[in-house]
């Protein structure tokens, strides 16, 4: 029992797991809320702006029974709004390029909570989704992969070069309370990756629990109805024509619910693998029969939480191998500007150097030197 305890506590305080994943989730939400913003911009004064039906004194009275609060209704006046709107503009794009992502995760999530909680009854389960990512964004290590901070890290003197022995400890309180600061940060992103896969299986357990109850799903008829509902067919005449297949509306049905309810059980097998694209395809489904795109872009970027970082660095090896020579197989021009940066002595013993055995580039990729962030 001990020893299990201890696996336990040195898998959440030793290394940070699912880096890439995180990463995944920032660029997506980020990018997600980016489109968003600029998509309904034409649109923000009816819904969020000083034009909106929805005043800001309706507002902050709904505000106090449920204890929301929102920066678009602490002034008003439309060059506040106006502010408000350009900086959740930077803000997203910001978050999404992992600039200084600590403090930018937390300005992110202020900004989708306001404009969430502004305009509370518009929203979706899309929108729910990406206010709850924004908030356990901000406790993960979103940004030490495929991000500028993590880019400026790798360009800092001094930074530390994988596979290479690290500097001689020593006893002095300020090393001490760095690695007391690092054992933390590991612990509480460990945590907030684990909550955001609870919340995702508990999206898709709770989903297909709540079709199970329902007789139109039980009798594989229900999306025969969700397809003839006039608010979700923006194609009718190809929901006419996927309706008119009643068989494989039928089995899409009964498939859908299976999906839902076994995927939290499968979680931990090999079989995620095969119901990962499963569900892609559902969503993509949803996205373009029912006209849903937001809300399924969101599921799908969430589902990215369940693939671990080989398979991300699997994705990077293959980009290396393709990208990192010409054609004729000298250096490409990015192999050797990525050299260039290394000191000196660094070069000069090789590290960093494309060889031209295809052994030592997938033994830089195993130590982590070759992979971006």
Known sequence: MFDTVRSCRAALTERAGYLYAAAVLRIGYGFLYLVFLLREFPHRDELWGPGSPWTPALANELFVQTGWSSILTLYSGRPYFETCYA????????????????AVS??????????????????????????????YLCFTACGRRWSLDARRHRLRPGATVAGLPAPAENSSLRHQLGTARRYLTTLIHNCGMLVI????????????????????????TALHYVLNLD?????????????????????????????????????????????????LGMHLAIAVLMGLPYFSAAMIVADAVFLPDRFYTSVGRLLWRKGGR????????????????????????????????????????????????
Request: hydrophobic share 50%; charged share 10%; proline share 5%.
């Open 231 to 279: 608010l979700f067919r923006p194609w009718p005449a190809l929901s006419h024509m996927v309706d008119s297949q009643t068989t494989f509306i039928a089995v899409a049905g009964y498939l859908t619910v299976l999906l839902q309810v076994a995927f939290p059980c499968l979680l931990f097998s090999r079989l995620k693998y095969a119901l990962l694209p499963m569900l």
């Open 106 to 135: 937390v300005a992110f999530a202020v900004i989708v909570a306001s404009f969430h909680a502004r305009t509370i009854f518009m929203t979706d389960g899309g929108d729910n989704l990406i206010l709850l990512m924004s908030v």
């Open 197 to 220: 896969v609870a919340q995702v299986c508990l999206l898709y357990g709770a989903a297909g629990l709540y079709k199970v109850q329902g007789s139109f799903w039980g009798d594989g």
């Open 326 to 373: 010409k054609a004729d197989g000298s250096p490409s021009a990015a192999t050797s500007a990525r050299s260039s940066l290394l000191p000196s002595q660094l070069r000069s013993a090789g590290i960093g150097q494309t060889s031209h055995d295809p052994a030592g580039t997938d033994r830089r990729f195993a130590s982590g030197s070759a992979l971006p962030g």
């Open 87 to 102: 900086l959740a503009l930077v803000t997203s794009l910001l978050f999404m390029l992992g600039w200084h992502t600590r």
